[in-house]
C-alpha cells in the first residue's frame, strides 16, 4: 500500500546524548540511528544549551535526552537546571535519562527526570528504556 501524498513523513524521535566521553556518545549515536532514532550529540551541558538554542528556532525538539552528570563546562545538574526553567510551557518536555557513574536518586531531580541508568551499561538495554519514553 502507497502512503498518501498529503501525509507528512513521520521523522525519526530525536534523541540528545550530552556526555564528554566521546566513546559512549558514539556507541550510542551508532546504535539510536540503526534503532530508528535521529541521534544528536552534545560533549557537555554548553554545547547542548546551544543546540536546543538552535532547535528552538526550527521547532525541532528532542523527544528524549541522555544526560551525564559530570562534565566539563556545564555539569548536567546546571544544565537541568536551566532547561526546567527555559522550557517553553507550550511544548512537551523531554523524557530526560540520567547517565551516571555514580549513584543518583531519582527523587533529587526535577519531574523531567524519568529515569537513571548506571554506567556501565549494555547499549540494547539502554535502547530499550528509550523506547519505553518514546512510545
Known amino acids: 500500500m502507497e502512503k498518501s501524498q498529503d501525509q507528512p513523513a513521520r521523522r525519526a524521535p530525536i534523541v540528545l546524548i550530552i556526555d564528554d566521553n566521546p566513546g559512549i556518545r558514539n ?3 551508532w546504535s539510536l540511528q540503526f534503532g530508528g532514532y535521529e541521534p ?4 557537555n551541558g554548553l554545547e547542548a544549551v546551544r543546540w536546543i538554542e538552535q532547535a528552538r528556532r526550527e521547532k525541532r525538539y528532542p523527544a528524549v535526552i541522555l544526560l551525564d552528570l559530570a562534565m566539563p563546562e556545564m555539569d548536567g545538574k546546571t544544565f537541568l537546571e536551566w532547561l526546567h526553567s527555559t522550557w517553553l510551557p507550550t511544548t512537551p518536555p523531554p523524557a530526560i535519562i ?5 549513584h543518583a536518586d531519582l527523587k533529587s531531580f526535577n519531574s523531567y527526570v524519568k529515569q ?17 519514553w518514546t512510545k
Open 98 to 102: 540520567i547517565v551516571t557513574a555514580g
Open 116 to 132: 537513571v541508568v548506571t554506567k556501565p551499561f549494555h547499549v540494547r538495554d539502554l535502547i530499550e528504556v528509550i523506547r519505553r
Open 27 to 29: 556507541v550510542v549515536s
Open 40 to 43: 544528536v550529540e552534545a560533549a
